[in-house]
């Protein structure tokens, strides 16, 4: 994936405070700051648009973005954290973290499931999934998009841990290997259907 890239302008100290800031998001910018270690603060300016397409995108959330400054200057960031208008939920305010493409960060990874439980399929269980995000430890450029469990094997009562997850040298999961990502769990109608299996199996002449 691409890293997208945000148009940002540097802010003026004369050019900061609320009204300064509502004048920038009746244009279509919201201020927003960029730090990181060893970084100075920046106030910036950036498009509305671009950062709130990207979160709308929780693949695209956790991926490395190129901010890029009206002085040609680029700097690889994440989105660290945003803030609403609590009355119009709008986007008024985005911080970003500048990091060193050479060093391990921690973020956190969305999971997916994959695929259809045979405990579900089958028996008519539940499936629930336990861990939506991973913590990882990586670097900037090595962030997945997602990490991916496939479920199919499941049957009524298996789980999936963090132990089960393919390996991956590059990217390191900081859960312990017994936790529960998602399990199947028995329903009323999972365990009508076992008993019914089970009474017809029975039931069955035997040769």
Not at 28 to 42: H, R, S, T
Not at 104 to 116: R, Y
């Amino acid at each position: 994936m691409a890293n997208t890239v945000i148009e940002a302008k540097r802010r003026m100290r004369w050019d900061l405070g609320k009204n300064a800031s509502r004048r920038l998001r009746v244009k279509g910018w919201i201020p927003a700051i960029v730090y990181g270690k060893g970084v100075d603060p920046l106030s910036l300016m950036v498009e509305t648009v671009t950062v709130d397409r990207i979160l709308h995108d929780s693949a695209a959330r956790a991926q490395l973005c190129v901010l890029q400054t009206d002085d040609k200057n680029q700097r690889e960031v994440l989105i660290r954290d945003y803030q609403l208008d609590p009355i119009r939920s709008e986007l008024i305010h985005v911080d970003f973290l500048q990091v060193d493409p050479t060093k391990q960060i921690q973020v956190k990874v969305n999971v997916e499931l994959t695929g259809l439980p045979i405990g579900v399929k089958t028996f008519g269980g539940l499936l629930t999934q336990l861990v939506r995000h991973l913590p990882v430890e990586c670097l900037p450029s090595d962030i997945p998009a997602a990490i991916q469990v496939d479920v199919t094997h499941l049957n009524l009562g298996d789980s999936v841990k963090v132990k089960d997850l393919p390996s991956n040298p590059k990217v390191k999961v900081l859960l312990e290997p017994e936790i529960n990502l998602a399990h199947v769990e028995s329903t009323r109608a999972a365990v009508s259907k076992t008993t019914e299996e089970e009474t017809a199996a029975a039931a069955a002449p035997k040769e």
